[in-house]
């Protein structure tokens, strides 16, 4: 038997056009509401991390504290340290938690609140051995959205025995939030917000006007390659060294570089 193809023709009534169409609406609807749940879950806080030093204990003689920076300091000499971090992300923090964490054998002082005593604990990286013990603060940050700054100022007095040769110590500064991912990185730029405020100096219009302006660029932690990643956690250190008394006069190895503009 030879089979031949046969015309048909489909003949659809009203409610079979209606269901042709809700059917594409209902697709449509689908793949906008999955790609805005997947935008959604890829936002995240990341963070920045940035440090100055006074080794005066004076604020007017704050100055970039770089990481190749190891400053020596005497026993008793006060310092004023500034961490600051600065959400360069495309989504608020929403349980974030600094640590700033110093040897035990130093005097530590939030300069907002001189009179709250530090806690004391244990770690590994902060701490000398054998035992590791440190003092910290743990401070709260609400609200921190992109791209706001977050700043601390802690005062620190070396108060143990006077070392008999030259002795370097670590001072950390971790930052923990739920929304940071294991990388500290992100494989695609994101469209997320400038890192810049508007301003509106004297004689210009205030308000300023308002700019729905996003940048396209990567989102990662920094300084880049200097932060160390976990998932939830970021951190960064920068070192001293507490010479003997006999030693010459404290000196900060590299220029020291102004900052621009006060995070705010």
Known sequence: MILQ??????????????????SI???VTGIVVFSQWALERRRRPEVCFYWRLSLDGDSTHLANWEPD???????????LVGAAIQNTGDKAGRDTLINFVVPD??????????????VHSGNA??????DNSVV????????WAPPNW???YYRLKYVGDPPVQPLRLRLLFAVSD??????GWRRVPSIVPPLEFRSAPAGTLWPPTRSTRRTMRWVRAEPRGRVACVPGERSDVRDLIVVPADRGHTSVPGPAKEQSAEPQ
């Open 69 to 79: 920076e190891v400053p020596e300091i005497k026993a008793g000499q006060p310092l």
């Open 25 to 27: 609406v209902a697709t």
């Open 136 to 143: 910290f603060f743990a401070p709260r940050v609400e609200p």
């Open 125 to 130: 990286t902060a701490g000398l051995p054998p």
């Open 5 to 22: 193809a046969l015309s048909a023709t489909v003949e659809r009534d009203r409610w079979a056009w209606l269901q042709y169409a809700l």
């Open 178 to 183: 739920s929304g940071f991912n294991s990388r």
């Open 150 to 152: 977050y700043m601390r």
């Open 105 to 118: 054998c130093f005097d530590l002082r939030q300069r907002e609140e001189p009179e709250q005593e530090p």
